[in-house]
């Protein structure tokens, strides 16, 4: 259900972004907005790893260096059957952690020095079980294309907004600065709450995944209460263009960009891995 959801939203996003296009060019715009697109997702394919990865100054670790993180994600891996992934660390004390990479193939994994410090070994399971789960459903790159898109659309409206808006447009049509005006405010909204919608339905399940791999739902569900409560008092300086990205949300409480947060609650998370451990 949750991938039919995400195929349904990838498709309205797409179209919202060729429909945009349509309006603002004709069908030569869509054209243009469909190669923007198109470019835009090719580099976020192949480059999206390497870029989150760098913004956040993440190490790579070996397994000299940390055995027992290698030790529980081996383990993971063998059972989500799935490639082992590099794993890294990002020196930063709030606890967090994510998956990047374009395919189970590519796939990374971060985790913060924060994280490290404050959960058990069945808790800190819970979480890399969780990312692992976006590198099997290849989240990560679905996330990144609606990402793109998302953005690629906000570029176009706000060429199409400025010229209506400061040079007349083409002037083939009246009312255009209040159709631009119109355009800037909506089309937005309206992707960030479809991108958000995609997020969502892909957390829960990446948690319900994260349950089976480790046949203990309960140690996701104290990780996140204690994510709760760290990452609120530990804020970290994020990109809110890869808040996405991790397991809670990194901005902070109260910012503006909450209201449109591709989180889940995450008391509804909790109370999820709740039911789940007692069989419901």
């Known amino acids: 259900m949750n991938g039919l959801k995400t195929v349904l939203l990838m498709g309205l996003l797409t179209g919202l972004f060729l429909g945009i296009g349509h309006l603002i060019g004709g069908r030569q715009g869509m054209?243009?907005?469909?190669?923007?697109?198109?470019?835009?997702?090719l580099v976020s394919y192949w480059f999206s790893d390497k870029i989150v990865l760098a913004l956040y100054r993440a190490q790579p670790v070996s397994e000299a260096e940390a055995p027992w993180l290698y030790r529980v994600v081996g383990r993971l891996t063998q059972r989500a059957g799935i490639p082992m992934?590099?794993?890294?660390?990002?020196p930063n004390p709030s606890p967090n952690a994510f998956a990047t990479g374009r395919n189970p193939d590519h796939a990374a994994v971060a985790v913060t020095d924060g994280i490290l410090?404050?959960?058990t070994e069945d808790e800190?399971?819970?979480v890399l079980a969780h990312e692992l789960a976006h590198v099997q459903h290849r989240d990560v790159l679905i996330s990144a294309m609606a990402a793109t898109l998302a953005g690629a659309l906000l570029i176009l409206v706000r060429i199409?907004?400025?010229?209506?808006?400061f040079f007349g447009g083409d002037g083939r049509r009246r009312g255009g600065g209040l159709e631009a005006l119109a355009l800037l405010i909506v089309a937005p909204i309206a992707a960030a709450l479809i991108q958000m919608a995609i997020s969502r339905s892909r957390e829960y399940a990446a948690d319900a995944k994260s349950a089976e791999l480790t046949g203990n739902p309960?140690?996701?569900a104290r990780a996140l209460a204690k994510l709760r409560g760290a990452s609120e008092a530990i804020p970290m300086q994020a990109d809110p263009n890869t808040a996405h990205l991790f397991i809670v949300s990194p901005l902070r409480a109260g910012s503006f960009l909450?209201?449109?947060?591709?989180?889940p609650p995450l008391e509804e998370r909790i109370a999820r891995l709740e039911r789940l451990a007692r069989g419901e």
């Open 218 to 220: 309960l140690g996701l």
């Open 85 to 90: 992934p590099r794993l890294y660390i990002i």
């Open 31 to 41: 054209y243009i907005a469909l190669g923007l697109a198109a470019v835009m997702n």
């Open 258 to 263: 909450n209201l449109f947060s591709t989180h």
């Open 124 to 126: 800190l399971e819970g």
């Open 160 to 165: 199409f907004a400025y010229s209506s808006l």
């Open 117 to 119: 410090r404050i959960l």
